[in-house]
Each structure stands twice: as structure tokens, then as C-alpha cells.
């Protein structure tokens, strides 16, 4: 497919006789973003897409980013790698991930050969800035399906939109994405459970699915899709289908058939195929394989499963955070003489962002609320601490080369979490 063919079928005329070197695409308003997008991409030039609900340090990386120029002899703007999508990359700083109309019809191309379908329809409930809604929409426009914006919130209230009688025939599938806090909410609620089988699959992605939710879904006999992917690979580069789900499968699934997922001898999961990034923005990336921090197993069934990072990132709901960048922000507020930021179970979120930090005797307690007020102006509400943990001075747990012990703050952040 060609960058023309995409923009037919996005509905639009033809390329803007005044092509402009870049576009950034920051609309939250599904309508608004589908209109802003499709201009964006008629003019031939590199497309950025932005959160609108960022704060100013992700406003300030990003900006950088957009305005860095390609290095000599890098291919794109409207030759390759046009499409710049926000993501945490590996070290959790905000990074572009490079993919274009080849990236992405390979993503759809694939998927439909898994589920064995030739159109998608979809309820949308995810942004469209984040690569899980927007390659849920981009299914429907290369297949001709309907795309069908939705407000979680509506969901969650009990408003649901209807799926037409013909769902599940032939050309008619519909389709949901959810993050595992949403199906958690659903769960137990019998209207919305009967809603959710009424799809051909609900795709649950975004973060880890702990095992009770997992089980909960299949004892409700709902379609879920288990699956693994992320900006890097266009969404989803494996997936369960409801079927294995409902026979006793588990894992994220096999390889969708555009992808390849290999694990090294540590697990380390390598992941290689057509619908792969071409690179960082404005760099362009080589070679056939591209290695994640994801650790997993594959098991007997052929369906790989996740088992945590290599790296110290904290992923919660879906959202990667690095905690340094919390604790440079936590610093700053000048009510803390040192502090630690870690990731600790949470049955809601997968992960939940917890600041410990050591507290003297006859100290004042930290305003907590002020804080909170403060970190809102300069971080996303993802990364701000859940909750703030004070160890006494004589436990914290750093030595004299100045390394904290994360693990026993871990332990002990973790144990004054309602779970």
C-alpha cells in the first residue's frame, strides 16, 4: 500500500497542492482527530501524533523531538517512517516511534488473517492519540469497516451502543479493546457482561492481566483476546483468540502471521516482521530484529507469556513510568531530602507509583495535597505517586555508596497497599 491509497481511503480528495514539512495531529475528540488527521496526512510530510493530557515535561520532550531535523540520508517525510506515534520506548522518556501506511497495513493484514475476517468494526473507547485506539481505527479504514467512538464513561454508566443483528456474520465482526481496569469494572455487572459476548473479540492489552481477572473473565465465558504489542510493532504482534481462551488457553497467544517473536536464552523477548518501527524519530533503526526488556515463556500450547521487564521501569495501567523522572519531579518540590519511587501489586492498575521516602522523628508530616497540586502542573497523572510512604530514618534502606534498596522499600510500600 501506498501513502495515496491511504488517503483514499481515509476519504480524502488528494495531496494539498502545498506540501508542509510536519504536522502534529493533538485532538482528544475522536471526530476532531479523524478530520485532523487525514488533512495531516495529504500533506506529504512527516505526521506527529500528540496526548493532549500531557504535562510539561512530556510538552517539552516532545517539542525537542519534533523539532530535531533527520540526520543526512535518512528516508522520511513522505518517503518512509512518516507517522511519529508517542511512546516510553525502553528507558521510559517520551520517544517517536517511526511507522508508516507499509507498518501499519502489515499490522492489519495480519490481524485479520489470525481472526479470519475481512472487515473490522469496532467500538471505540480507547484515544486515538495512543496506538491502541488508533490501529483499532486504522482496522476499519483498511478493511472498510465501521468505527464507532464510544465514551468509557457511558459504558461504565450502563449507556452501550447496540451491536447490529448481523454482528459475528460474515464481514459484520465487531470488535472492543480494553485495558484490564476497565474489564475489571465491567465485570459482575450481568448487562455488560451479556454487551461484551456480543463481540467477536475483546482484546485486553495495555499492562499485565493478574490472574484473577483473567479467570473471572473466562467463569463470565466472555470473548477475550489476550494479546502482546506496543507502539514499536503497531499494537499487537501476538494475540489469544476467545476460542483458546474459552478451551482453557492462557498467555498472550501465538505470533499473528506478520510477526516474529522469538526468545532469547534469558526470554528475552526479539520481535521482528513488517509492521515494525522504522526507527526512533529522526533516526531510522537496522537490523531484521528488534529487541524488548519484555522477559516470557512460551507454553505448551504455543502461547507466550509475559513475566515482567529486565529493566526498572514501572508499568501502570499500561502507561510506563520511569522513576527517576518521578523523583527528579519529587525533589524539586523542595520537601524532600530524599526520596524513592517503585512499583508495587496493585489489583487494579497492575502496578501502582508509590513515593517512600525517610521521615525523622518531630518532623511535620508532607502536605500531600499541595504536593499532588504541584506535580499535576509538570507530570501526566499516570506517573504521580498513589500513595506516599514515610520509613523512619534509621530503616531507609540505602548504604554507604548511596544505592537504596528498592526491593525492601518495595516490600514495604507493598504491604500498606489495600490489594
Given amino acids: 500500500m501506498e501513502r495515496a491509497d491511504l488517503i483514499r481511503l481515509l476519504g480524502a480528495a488528494d495531496v494539498l497542492a502545498e506540501t508542509r514539512a510536519t504536522v502534529v495531529v493533538e485532538e482528544r475528540e475522536p471526530g476532531r482527530f479523524i478530520e485532523a488527521f487525514t488533512e495531516a496526512v495529504t500533506t506529504g510530510g512527516t505526521v506527529f501524533l500528540a496526548d ?57 493484514n495480519g490481524f485479520c488473517a489470525h481472526f479470519g475476517v475481512k472487515q473490522v468494526n469496532v467500538v471505540g473507547l480507547l484515544p486515538l492519540y495512543h496506538v491502541s485506539g488508533f490501529m483499532a481505527w486504522m482496522r476499519t479504514v483498511l478493511t472498510g469497516g465501521s468505527y464507532l467512538p464510544w465514551s468509557w464513561k457511558a459504558v461504565e454508566a450502563g449507556e452501550r451502543p447496540a451491536l447490529p443483528a448481523d454482528a459475528g456474520a460474515e464481514g459484520g465482526d465487531w470488535f472492543l479493546s480494553l485495558v484490564p481496569t476497565q474489564l475489571q469494572r465491567l465485570l459482575g455487572d450481568r448487562e455488560a457482561e451479556d454487551w461484551l459476548r456480543g463481540f467477536r473479540a475483546v482484546f485486553i492489552g495495555g499492562g499485565p492481566a493478574w490472574p484473577e481477572l483473567v479467570e473471572a473473565g473466562a467463569r463470565a465465558r466472555l470473548p477475550l483476546a489476550f494479546s502482546y504489542g506496543m507502539t514499536e510493532t503497531a499494537a499487537m504482534v501476538t494475540a489469544l483468540r476467545p476460542e483458546e481462551f474459552l478451551t482453557g488457553g492462557r498467555g498472550s497467544g501465538a505470533a499473528l502471521p506478520h510477526a516474529q517473536v522469538v526468545l532469547d536464552g534469558e526470554g528475552r523477548a526479539g520481535i521482528g516482521g513488517a509492521s515494525l518501527f522504522r526507527g526512533y524519530w529522526p533516526e531510522t533503526r537496522t537490523g531484521a530484529m528488534w529487541w524488548t526488556e519484555d522477559l516470557g515463556r512460551w507454553d505448551e500450547r504455543g502461547s507466550l507469556h509475559v513475566l515482567g521487564r529486565r529493566d526498572a521501569l514501572i508499568i501502570t495501567g499500561g502507561e510506563k513510568v520511569d522513576p527517576a523522572e518521578v523523583e527528579a519531579a519529587l525533589r524539586a518540590t523542595g520537601a524532600f531530602a530524599d526520596v524513592a519511587v517503585v512499583g508495587v501489586p496493585d489489583a487494579e492498575w497492575g502496578e501502582a507509583v508509590v513515593a517512600c521516602y525517610p521521615f525523622g522523628e518531630g518532623e511535620c508530616a508532607r502536605d500531600e495535597t499541595e504536593i499532588n497540586q504541584w506535580l499535576a502542573v509538570i507530570l501526566a497523572a499516570y506517573k504521580r505517586p498513589r500513595r506516599y510512604v514515610a520509613v523512619p530514618v534509621a530503616e531507609w534502606p540505602r548504604n554507604a555508596q548511596g544505592k537504596v534498596n528498592r526491593a525492601a522499600l518495595r516490600a514495604r510500600a507493598g504491604g500498606g497497599l489495600d490489594l
Fill in 52 to 108: 493532549p493530557t500531557w504535562g510539561a515535561v512530556e510538552r517539552a520532550q516532545f517539542n525537542a523531538l519534533v523539532s530535531a531535523r533527520e540526520p543526512a540520508g535518512v528516508a522520511g517525510g513522505g518517503r518512509g517512517g512518516w507517522l511519529c506515534i508517542p511512546t516510553g520506548g525502553s528507558s521510559g522518556k517520551l520517544k517517536l516511534a517511526r511507522h508508516d501506511e507499509g507498518t501499519v497495513a502489515a499490522a492489519v
